[in-house]
């Protein structure tokens, strides 16, 4: 879903998740994940009343008050709280974030242990990529309307709980290269989508050949790199005319098209209508856009 929150960038997006009975019954389970990009502006305070909530800091800077505690959440660190505590966390200046809402048995007993262990709220862990290999798989596939099972989402929540544990007493972590550098390429293309993206720059960005790294690609994300820059491309043009009254050649000059009609074949091609139709069909005459 396209978030409208002040502060966020239209590239934010949040899914929700619905578990089975069975899943709610006995296990962790996920209810709301979701990639945010913010800025200055952005803050969200609750008194209580909603599950916990684990954020990893992709980029830029969050700040965080719980338990009358203020901290500074920075790249690669981990907040995690009980939001059934008032809390506030916000942006000064810009941040990336993904996060998960969760909960199951003995959440909250966990969150407090390892918060208490942690001696706070935020995480500066050696391993804290693991926790973004953890998460980015199960919103990537949302993005793309891929559906995790349930117990993808239940492991990811447990994995996340374990891999936070201090010293890794629970679970060994460990930490790849090549699935680092994926999960790095995965994020400089959606950060430079308008951007003439070839083969080779995105090889060369990884210190790989072009064709083993489209092998190790699609490995990992099941798409060719050019195939997964079309799809992005595509997902990006559905939430921009669904929100913006942008035109059509703008829409196509910020996604990185060399003109509107190679930008119309291809959202044709892949949606099999028009964008203009499209963005009627979502958005009738008349009718305002989200944003």
């Known amino acids: 879903m396209i978030c409208t929150e002040k502060g966020t960038l239209s590239s934010t997006q949040y899914f929700f998740m619905n578990p089975s009975d069975v899943f709610v019954s006995n296990y962790y389970y996920m209810l709301v994940c979701g990639h945010f990009y913010c800025r200055n502006g952005y803050s969200i305070q609750r008194e209580g009343g909603v599950v916990p909530i684990v954020i990893y800091i992709v980029d830029g800077e969050l700040q965080l008050t719980y338990d009358n505690v203020s901290y500074t959440a920075s790249r690669g660190e981990i907040i995690l709280i009980d939001c059934n505590k008032p809390h506030k966390y916000y942006c000064n200046s810009t941040c ?89 390429i995965i994020t400089y293309i959606k950060n430079n989508i308008g951007e003439a993206l070839t083969l080779d ?56 098209y060399s003109s509107s009609a190679s930008f119309i074949n291809a959202f044709t091609a892949k949606t099999g209508i028009p964008p203009n139709r499209f963005r009627n069909t979502v958005n009738p005459p008349g009718k305002d856009p989200l944003i």
């Open 96 to 184: 990336e974030y993904l996060f998960f809402h969760f909960d199951g048995c003995n959440s909250r007993r966990i969150i407090d242990h390892l918060i208490f262990q942690n001696s706070g709220a935020v995480f500066r862990l050696e391993s804290s990529r693991k926790i973004y290999e953890i998460m980015n798989p199960i919103i990537t596939k949302l993005y793309f309307d891929q559906f995790p099972t349930d117990i993808e989402c239940s492991c990811a929540v447990y994995d996340t709980l374990c891999s936070m544990q201090s010293f890794n007493e629970i679970l060994p972590v460990s930490s790849s290269p090549i699935s680092n550098a994926m999960s790095d």
């Open 201 to 256: 720059t995105l090889a060369n960005k990884v210190n790989l050949s072009k064709f083993y790294f489209s092998h190790l690609f699609k490995e990992e994300t099941g798409l060719s790199p050019m195939a997964f820059i079309s799809k992005t491309r595509i997902n990006l043009a559905k939430v921009i005319l669904k929100t913006t009254r942008g035109t059509i050649s703008e829409i196509a000059i910020n996604l990185g």
